[in-house]
């Protein structure tokens, strides 16, 4: 069992930043895989980007390349996910998930989420 526990949003203006941090509790999480999805208001959940177990492999969701950078830090069981030139369209609940296998996109094969954290963009 992984328990998450997300931290981070808040309400920016459009240009700014913000980093979201996900705290897990397991001793072996550098064997999990870590996402983070979005949800936006009456629309379906959405993948933003993920890690490898050590951090050496990173996938992002076009829309956020070049703005997002995701982390983790294993010694400390966190993922974090940095934000820059954010949009109002990046406006949603974020949400940290975990898997134990290969990357997947799918948010139904994780099986670990967090609680969510709230990100509002302001125009």
């Known amino acids: 069992q992984v328990h998450l526990v997300e931290s981070g949003g808040g309400l920016v203006q459009a240009g700014g930043s913000l980093r979201l941090s996900c705290a897990a509790s397991t001793g072996t999480f550098s064997r999990y895989y870590m996402s983070w999805f979005r949800q936006a208001p009456g629309k379906e959940r959405e993948f933003v980007a993920a890690i490898s177990g050590y951090g050496t492999n990173t996938v992002y969701e076009d829309s956020v390349k070049g703005r997002f950078t995701i982390s983790r830090d294993n010694a400390k069981n966190t993922v974090s996910m940095q934000m820059n030139s954010l949009k109002p369209e990046d406006t949603a609940l974020y949400y940290c998930?975990?898997?134990?296998?290969?990357?997947?996109?799918?948010?139904?094969?994780?099986?670990?989420w967090g609680q969510g954290t709230q990100v509002t963009v302001s125009s």
């Open positions: 998930a975990a898997r134990n296998t290969l990357f997947s996109r799918a948010g139904e094969s994780y099986p670990y």
